[in-house]
């Protein structure tokens, strides 16, 4: 598969939208992206010409940058701090003691004392999987070391001897992801994708970049494959169906827009395990969501004008709903049925992992699957992530390095 380095995503890294999520921001363009990142996926997976570049989406954190300042030629490492109107760039342990604190600040100048020997070139980001906080650990029945940089607990069995030995004898890990160019810190433009081949590895830090290895075929019985096609023209004909509405809510992303509040009400299910199913339930449910949720803005305000301002932003979400009713409802059928088909190439990403991914309980290890994956087709980039498995996780687990 092709590095991704040549991918222009966006000036600075900072966010990617889920791919269900692109009918709500962009409306029909945003559905057809969305239809079109599927087939390009499947067709990567077979083996075809055209697909689209998939990246693992590690769960590391804190996210990690570092390189050269092009201003002054001088190693730095950071958080997306650096890009604030007061950069926080960090070139000795002083700079990271008055810029941070806590672990985020032990993390940081570990990465400083030993990122330097790789000779990065430019400026690099990826996810730190870890530091000092390895473990030994019995997982699945075998004898491993893992670690759990945000989510989920990452497990390399003493039977995977390279790489095991790799990860027991480094001080730090780290998956690169991102690459930067630029003369200024401000002007640095972000390229998706980071090729490590040359950088110079030593036994202090575990690294690698984050490009989907196919090593082996994920497999598409005949059967998937029909099953498969069905789900993209259901989905295309309910986008249709839904085109008029989705235009509409698409042009205003203010924080309590209908737009905005879709996502919201989506997440609430999300964030409370509830699969996503019944289109004409959540339809109604909605509208109630919606009208509740604005009622709730307007009998907190004191000021009659506060109140008013909120009663114009009901009124006008409500002149959109009621007589698009049918348009919610087909959106909302668009949303699920893009979800099952991202489901179905989920199973197939997922059966090649190079290191074990679990969920971490009161009586053990679970199995999970990775947080989830990064496509860039045509220059456009979304993330494929299992939002009930993961979503729901990261939304309510508390980070050990923030704690720290």
């Known amino acids: 598969m092709q590095g991704l380095k040549r991918f222009l995503l966006e000036d600075k890294n900072t966010h990617l939208e889920h791919l269900e999520d692109e009918i709500i921001n962009n409306g029909t363009q945003g559905a057809k992206t969305s239809i079109e990142f599927l087939k390009s996926i499947k067709k990567m997976l077979q083996g075809g010409k055209g697909g689209s570049n998939v990246s693992v989406k590690w769960d590391g954190a804190p996210a990690v940058f570092a390189g050269t300042n092009p201003e002054n030629g001088r190693f730095f490492v950071g958080t997306k701090s650096i890009f604030n109107a007061t950069p926080k760039i960090n070139y000795t342990v002083s700079d990271i003691s008055r810029n941070h604190g806590g672990a985020l600040a032990d993390k940081l100048a570990v990465a400083l004392k030993y990122l330097p020997s790789l000779g990065i070139k430019g400026v690099l980001q990826g996810d730190l999987l870890f530091t000092d906080d390895k473990k030994n650990a019995v997982v699945g029945g075998e004898r491993s070391i893992v670690f759990t940089p945000n989510t989920i607990t990452y497990a390399v069995p003493a039977t995977s001897a390279d790489m095991y030995d790799r990860i027991r004898a480094a001080k730090i890990g780290i998956i ?38 196919q090593a082996e075929d994920p497999g598409f019985s005949k059967g998937e494959e029909k099953r498969f096609d069905a789900i993209i023209r259901m989905a295309e004909g309910s986008a249709y169906k839904a085109g008029a509405f989705i235009d509409k809510i698409k042009k205003d992303q203010g924080p309590l827009s209908l737009g905005v509040q879709l996502k919201t009400f989506f997440n609430t299910y999300i964030r409370s395990g509830t699969k996503i199913g019944n289109a004409k339930a959540l339809a109604n449910n909605f509208e109630v969501f919606f009208r509740d949720r604005l009622k709730k803005e307007i009998d907190g305000k004191k000021q009659e004008n506060t109140k008013q301002k909120y009663r114009e932003i009901l009124e006008a979400g409500m002149k959109i709903l009621r007589p698009n009713r049918q348009g919610l409802y087909f959106a909302i059928a668009t949303y699920i049925t893009l979800q099952t088909a991202k489901s179905l190439l989920l199973s197939k990403l997922n059966k090649i992992q190079s290191i074990g991914s679990f969920m971490r309980t009161s009586t053990g290890y679970r199995a999970t699957s990775p947080e989830g994956y990064v496509a860039i087709n045509k220059g456009n980039a979304v993330k494929l992530v299992d939002r009930l498995v993961f979503s729901q996780a990261n939304f309510n687990v508390a980070k050990d390095w923030v704690r720290g």
Request: hydrophobic share 30%.
């Open 176 to 213: 690169f992801h991102t690459s930067y160019s630029g003369k200024t810190m401000k002007g640095l433009k972000a390229s998706f994708g980071a090729s490590v081949s040359g950088l110079k590895r030593n036994k202090n830090v575990f690294f690698d970049d984050a490009r989907y290895k």
